[in-house]
């Protein structure tokens, strides 16, 4: 793991991840500012970098776990809902399926909106903890956005991508397509 200093948790991937999430907060924060097309545009850059730089986190002991925190209350989560719900429009729900057990009838009725203001709530729950500056907060904030990419935000990103590129390239239309 390459480190900027003693601390693990100042290593290159984590200052990485820590800019990347910061960015996507500062985006989600302001939904109502930006058409639909901006806000598909900018997902369509930001989830498969979230994506990358969360796969390549390393992983990091914590010493202190009793200093780990969530920030996000469920009032601001609503919030980033809402405005993520209203720009996505008719646009918000999509059908997804489990690759591993594949049944027509275990497809799943999924949501851009709570997919992406669960990422927020991940994110902005990172960037909070690290800024705190100590040792042992940076190390659960690290730890924790490492922990939830396999279970909770990387899942969701990953099942969001597919439904970006539909939204986005929709009425492309081609009768070049090599297949």
């Not at 202190?64 to 469920?74: A, G, S, Y």
């Not at 690290?142 to 909770?152: E, I, M, Q, T, Y």
Request: one cysteine or more; proline letters at 3%; aromatic letters at 14%.
């Amino acid at each position: 793991m390459e480190s900027t200093g003693t601390n693990p948790a100042h290593s290159r991937q984590i200052i990485e991840m820590l800019t990347v999430a910061n960015e996507y907060c500062l985006f989600i924060e302001k939904t109502t500012e930006y058409t639909l097309e901006q806000l598909l545009g900018f997902l369509q850059k930001v989830a498969p970098l979230l994506y990358i730089k969360g796969a390549l986190l390393p992983e990091i002991e914590v010493l202190n776990p009793e200093v780990d925190e969530r920030f996000v209350t469920e009032e601001q989560w609503t919030d980033i809902f809402a405005d993520l719900k209203t720009k996505f429009g008719d646009d918000d729900t999509f059908w997804s399926f489990d690759p591993l057990n594949f049944a027509a009838d275990d497809a799943r009725k999924l949501s851009m909106a709570e997919i992406f203001a669960d990422v927020y709530q991940d994110m902005k729950d990172f960037v909070l903890l690290y800024q705190k500056n100590t040792t042992a907060t940076q190390e659960n904030a690290a730890s924790s956005v490492r922990n939830l990419f396999f279970n909770h935000w990387g899942p969701r990103i990953a099942s969001a991508m597919n439904q970006l590129h539909f939204l986005l390239y929709r009425n492309y239309k081609s009768d070049d397509l090599i297949y």
